[in-house]
């Protein structure tokens, strides 16, 4: 029985053509099922998202595991993850202390890619997690979410913000800390020191970070990548 | 591990289906030519490949095809095929005539950064996608391709100070330019500051570009770890 329909993209567009070959193990299935909350939420990656076919990259579940993929081994020494460190090492630590659940369901509130609802930790991803982001920006969603479990958008996007001038989801400043510093800072560090990937994949985090940068803060941060 | 309910490669078929995939959407094939449009996808999936030689396996694929115009031309005619709302296969397009480094590129990438940009269609720009956030990444990748080229004698001066002058977005003012200070010209550079003086935007003339170790981290204060146990991480594939 359809519930939802999906489009997806050219795979080697995504990535997932290549993490779908070479990822698809038991270790990683059940290393990334039991560390990032997919453990309990079964019956939502079920009815065709995945579960019953976890190494297809058609599917919302392999994808989301790509996610997890690049979300755990960008950092080159990714057994350490340090607070301490850089943001590449540690955002997968946040995620792991930071979710509770992981769910899959078709659609979001107003089109939305994932949410935090009430910042519980019980996070939800829908359609356009699987099909409009790429494996890193997968990852890079799944911290940004988890922060929301600290701190809200607190502020309005600015003037020639590409979110919307005077529209509700800016942070207010980089010092707040919320999950646009925290999803900038992620691809920042996987432009500047991100392993397992291509110097094209950076550049596209460097275009990304630098438009939260620009766009995403009431109070411009003063940097760019 | 408090429940064991991870799905098994291979098993768990008695689950039906309940999302429908309406399509796969592949490339499309402009050329007619199957060694071409193999050599196209060879060189993207190249460049989303990962693993700890990927960046390595990218490099070989566009040393190979560097100067290839008939490759070059094909890149850019599939790029206009490609729908528009197929943001990651249009970036990836982009990306990698940019990596080609051809100056044939450069009128193209002109053009592309002057064209309109569609209306916003996201409800929530700030949780769903944000249809002109993609897009103007497109354009800020576009511009740093002509920055590149701006440095192999094509001289992309014009149209980045009108991008400077008269952007809607800072991301595509600031994108703009740095690509001038980066091409080294000076009197461009001049232009550029009054341009952005006049309209209000002069404070992008300030921003700094760091690494990233010199900006300011997050605050450890505000990151509250609860020790969730990390269990036995199994090593990168290939590793």
């Not at chain 2, 290839?68 to 729908?83: C, S």
Request: glycine letters at 10%.
């Amino acid at each position: 029985m359809a519930i939802c329909d999906a489009t997806v993209p050219d795979k080697t567009a995504t990535g997932d053509a290549f993490y779908g070959a070479s990822i698809c193990g038991q270790q990683y299935v059940d290393y990334f099922w039991y560390t990032y909350g997919f453990t309990g939420t079964g019956t939502t990656w079920q009815s065709g998202f995945g579960y019953e076919d976890c190494c297809n990259t058609d599917l919302p579940l392999a994808r989301a595991f790509n996610g997890c993929y690049v979300l755990t081994y960008s950092a080159a020494d990714y057994l350490n993850d340090d607070y301490a460190g850089a943001c590449l090492n540690w955002a997968r630590r946040y995620v792991r202390e930071h979710i509770k659940t992981l769910s899959a369901k078709c659609d979001g509130p107003s089109g939305a890619v994932a949410q935090n609802p009430s910042g519980s930790g019980d996070i939800e991803v829908y359609s356009p997690f699987f099909y409009t982001k790429n494996a890193p920006g997968r990852a890079e969603t799944l911290l940004h979410e988890s922060r929301h479990g600290a701190l809200f958008h607190n502020a309005k996007f600015p003037k020639g913000s590409t979110f919307g001038e005077g529209k509700d989801g800016a942070d207010s400043n980089w010092a707040y800390n919320g999950a646009w510093m925290y999803g900038a800072l992620y691809l920042w560090w996987y432009y500047a020191q991100g392993a397992r990937t291509t110097s094209a994949l950076r550049e596209l985090a460097r275009q990304r970070a630098n438009v939260v940068i620009d766009g995403a803060f009431a109070e411009h941060p003063g940097y760019s990548v | 591990m408090p429940i064991d309910d991870a799905p098994h490669v291979g098993g768990n078929k008695e689950f039906g289906d309940a999302l429908n995939i309406r399509e796969r959407r592949r490339y499309p094939d402009v050329s007619g030519d199957e060694r071409l449009y193999g050599t196209l996808n060879e060189a993207l999936a190249a460049m989303t490949g990962g693993g700890p030689d990927a960046d390595e396996i990218y490099s070989r694929v566009v040393d190979r095809l560097r100067g290839d115009e008939e490759f070059i031309i094909l890149v850019l005619k599939t790029l206009d095929a490609v729908e528009e709302s197929a943001y990651l296969e249009r970036w990836a397009l982009i990306q990698l005539v940019i990596d080609l480094a051809h100056p044939i590129a450069g009128e193209y990438l002109a053009e592309f950064v002057r064209r309109p940009i569609p209306e916003e269609r996201a409800e929530d720009t700030a949780h769903g996608v944000s249809t002109v956030t993609e897009e103007v990444i497109l354009r800020t990748t576009a511009i740093e391709g002509l920055a590149r080229l701006l440095r192999r004698d094509f001289d992309s001066t014009p149209v980045l100070l009108e991008v400077v002058g008269s952007s809607d977005h800072v991301a595509m003012r600031r994108a703009a330019w740095f690509a001038l200070v980066d091409g080294g010209r000076a009197d461009g550079v001049e232009q550029a500051r009054e341009l952005l003086d006049k309209s209000d935007f002069g404070w992008i003339a300030t921003l700094k570009r760091i690494p990233v170790q010199e900006a300011e981290q997050q605050d450890r204060r505000l990151v509250d770890p609860n020790r969730t146990p990390r269990g036995d991480i199994p090593a990168p594939f290939n590793e």
